[in-house]
């Protein structure tokens, strides 16, 4: 059964939250990434997106800056950093929902989203509870609907394996060792997804980060 216990903040330690925007921002080229992510997705006028693990809110409010009409969801497990999301989402004026929740628990009706995209998480989560997630966003996006992933992956090269050894210090081997590998697209196989691709890969100061997308089958 998956565990509470085993979940890892983001940055790994609560002090480090504050400078979570920081970090990020200079460490993983977040406006390569995330841009690419959200043009992957092909969000349209009246969707319900769900932006699961939305840390500080920044992948969401993007959404819903260029999405209006979107009906936008940002979950964390996290209830500090979801304070700076909120306050983010204020200042930015946008009007996106922030709801505290864990990713193999999540508080949403089957079929419920026509979109869920994630940034840097999955290599927080222990196999068991990668799995556990993917089983819950299965269930809860609408038949045809699909999923858009961004994490580390398998390192494009020599170099970026090194560079990726940091994050495996700080959010642990354990957690991180299937990502080196480029197992993820495993689990959303196994969860039921279909057309599970690596659709597109960028270069970081901490390794090589991969844009998965997966589709819920119709039937």
Known sequence: MPSETEYVPALRFKWLTRYYDVVIAYSTREKTFKRALINQAGI???MQVLDLASGTGTLAIWIKQQYPSAIVTGVDGDS????????KAQHANVDVTFDRALSFDLPYSE???????SSLF???????NKQATAAELYRILKPGAHLHIADWGRP??????LLFLPVQILDGFKNTQENAKGRLSEIFE????????QKQSVNTILGTMVIYSAYKNKN
């Open 190 to 197: 196994k969860a039921g997804f279909e057309h599970v691709v």
């Open 80 to 87: 500090d950093i979801l304070t700076l999301a909120a306050s």
């Open 111 to 117: 079929n419920q989203f026509d979109r869920i995209v």
């Open 156 to 161: 494009a090269n020599k170099i970026m394996r």
């Open 122 to 128: 999955f290599h927080h989560l222990t196999w068991e």
């Open 44 to 46: 349209e006028s009246g």
